[in-house]
């Protein structure tokens, strides 16, 4: 079935949200951690982080600052620090539940049932029920003209993994560690895997 | 296992990089598809699709000017039209090989055996093999000098996809369309779903 450009104009909001988050493929699954200056925290589930480098080690996050996540972005651009929490298999019911529009005062850890945890030195919160945690510095902040969102570029100043998801060449066994991922809107999935490929290489 | 900044900082150099490319969570798997005003066509495995939007539909994609996928970058620069196809768990591997530095002039299409197919009025060639497939017109293009990295903004303009596995509400099922998702640097997974959840409200 083919969507031409004026085809896709034509669609239902609702619809087209649905569709075309659909079509990006898999997506990350992440909790995002902040707080206020006053210590309101937020938690907020977020599909939109990217990898953009590995030294320094930077990720991106895309926010738009029309819904529930608002206080989140207020709160990075306040504290400059946030968190990033792997949304596992065993609370994705809870994860999917901060996305609700509570007000300004409630913590969405409150709220869906999950357990904030400080670090020492880091303002941010962290997920106690999270295995892999990281903790970041926001670095760049890029508010896209082109349709009002905003790119987050963030530092990762600190990394929580459990030793055994990680193989001696440093790659991290997410499906050992329960994450999940995010298709469309609202749709999670476990994963299995098919296997790891070798470096590429023209000969091979 | 808790890795501070500085540790982060000393990881050798191929080890960081398998390990911060893990840590974003599961991505997604795409080919991208771009040709030269010549019609030199290539094909590019990237992971780094963002959804920026949907009204109207953008897509941000992040490249890495320094590697195979120099050529990729260059062609979307010149003709400012590209294609995302899905990748399928039937070719995963070829779509990984993809990532081999190729010479100019080699099409990356002929050396891993998938095929080059063109629609009329669109210069960038898709996958006929891929069962879900995005036509792009770039419209921004953000150099981030934090790491030398390439931000493209594209609107999609084409989209191809399965009726069969489009919801009534407009989600796509990516699992049945065979869909693949990357973790890391070289390892793909297939998907189970876990269940689609309800729009979250504060008071359900």
Known sequence: ??????????????????????????????????????????????????????HPFLIGLVLRPSDARQHTLENILEL???????????????????????????????????????????????????????????????PLAINGTHLLIGEVVLVDVPDTNVAEDGSVDLGASGTVTISGLDCYHRVQQLGRLAYAKPDL
Chains 1, 2 share one sequence.
């Open 1 to 54: 079935m083919i969507f031409t450009s004026d085809d896709l104009q034509r669609l239902d909001t609702r619809y087209r949200a649905a569709f075309a988050n659909s079509l990006t493929g898999f997506k990350a699954a992440n909790l995002v951690g902040s707080a206020d200056a006053d210590g309101n925290q937020n938690l907020a589930i977020m599909s939109s982080a990217v990898h953009l480098g590995s």
């Open 80 to 142: 400059r620090s946030y968190t990033l929490n792997h949304v596992h298999e065993s609370f994705y019911q809870e994860a999917h539940q901060t996305a609700a529009r509570y007000p300004r005062g409630v913590s969405e850890f409150v709220a869906v049932g999950l357990t904030a945890e400080l670090v020492e030195g880091f303002p941010a919160p962290f997920i106690a029920e999270a295995r892999i945690r990281l903790g970041l510095e926001l670095r760049e902040h890029h």
